[in-house]
Antibody
Framework: EVQLVESGGDLVQPGRSLRLSCATSGFIFDDYAMHWVRQPPGKGLEWVSGINWNSGSTAYADSVKGRFTISRDNAKNSLSLQMNSLRTEDTAFYYC??????????????WGQGTMVTVSS | QSVLTQPPSASGTPGQKITISCSGSSSNIGSYTVNWYQHFPGTAPKLLMYSNDQRPSGVPDRFSGSKSGTSASLAISGLQSEDEADYFCAGWDDSLNGVVFGGGTKLTVL
């Protein structure tokens, strides 16, 4: 069974850092691009970042560019999101999602259950 | 404001056919394929349609997708109560060099 399990969500103060992780299983991890997508409370889905199969290409939403860094460890079948200089507007449910392609696309066929990040003083 | 524009709400009665639109521009829908997601609050979103009109395994053929120019549509025929959910379109945007989502459409089955 294909599984994505996020962890690392927490309550943090503005300006602090947090690292999210996504453990995967049930598929050949390094055959696919991976993404982070978030949903702020009461709002819609917002793509955050994506990384291709071999980490050769990454992309970020303008709202997080320069503050967030996506990475993957193909040996450990895991995806991470390092979030620095957090802002209150980063408060959201963060989902890890698997792409259907090796390159960064917008087709996410498997999603984790998500982890909550709350940025508040 | 979302880059892709969807109506915030849609509704229909059981058995009816409804259509949800997704409007974009030449830098996104006009140049790339569109995907649709179904999201029940509190659960993980589900890929409903990819590459404009392709259904992943397990998605009923009551769901269909189409694209023309800079707009796309998701149609649901034979509406059922369990279709009541939020629906999002998404695609790649050249100008932003990233993935963009529509604002979402909340479907109510009356």
């Amino acid at each position: 069974e294909v599984q994505l399990v996020e962890s690392g969500g927490d309550l943090v103060q503005p300006g602090r850092s947090l690292r999210l992780s996504c453990a995967t299983s049930g598929f050949i991890f390094d055959d696919y691009a991976m993404h982070w997508v978030r949903q702020p409370p009461g709002k819609g889905l917002e793509w955050v970042s994506g990384i291709n199969w071999n980490s050769g290409s990454t992309a970020y939403a303008d709202s997080v560019k320069g503050r967030f860094t996506i990475s993957r460890d193909n040996a450990k079948n895991s995806l991470s999101l390092q979030m620095n200089s957090l802002r209150t507007e980063d408060t959201a449910f963060y989902y890890c999602a698997k792409d259907i392609a090796t390159g960064i696309d917008a087709s996410f066929d498997v999603w984790g259950q998500g982890t909550m990040v709350t940025v508040s003083s | 404001q979302s880059v892709l524009t969807q109506p915030p709400s849609a509704s229909g009665t059981p058995g009816q056919k409804i259509t949800i639109s997704c409007s974009g521009s030449s830098s996104n829908i006009g140049s790339y394929t569109v995907n649709w997601y179904q999201h029940f609050p509190g659960t993980a979103p589900k890929l409903l349609m990819y590459s404009n009109d392709q259904r992943p395994s397990g998605v009923p053929d009551r769901f269909s997708g189409s694209k023309s120019g800079t707009s796309a549509s998701l149609a649901i025929s034979g509406l059922q109560s369990e279709d009541e959910a939020d629906y999002f379109c998404a695609g790649w945007d050249d100008s932003l060099n990233g993935v963009v989502f529509g604002g979402g459409t909340k479907l109510t089955v009356l």
